[in-house]
């Protein structure tokens, strides 16, 4: 069920910090070290145009400060 919920983050992912599980994260940008985090645990990335783009529903959405 949370493997299908999007983390959206009202700005750019940094890579501080460790991911330890899939996660599905929608931002502004993404430095390089978020993105290797991110992807080392089979996680997606988009862009919160894309998340826009694509009208995913509200449902699967989980806002981030």
């Known amino acids: 069920a949370n493997k299908e919920k999007i983390l959206v983050v009202p700005g750019k992912v940094m890579g501080k910090g460790d991911v330890t599980l899939h996660m599905n994260v929608a931002a502004l940008g993404y430095s390089q070290a978020a ?9 997606s990335m988009i ?16 806002l981030v400060k």
């Not at 993105?35 to 996680?43: L, N, R, S, V």
């Not at 862009?47 to 989980?62: R, Y």
Request: aromatic share 0%; proline share 4%; net charge positive.
């Open 35 to 43: 993105k290797d985090k991110i992807a080392a645990h089979k996680g």
């Open 47 to 62: 862009t919160l145009n894309d998340l826009v783009t694509h009208k995913v529903a509200p449902s699967k959405l989980v």
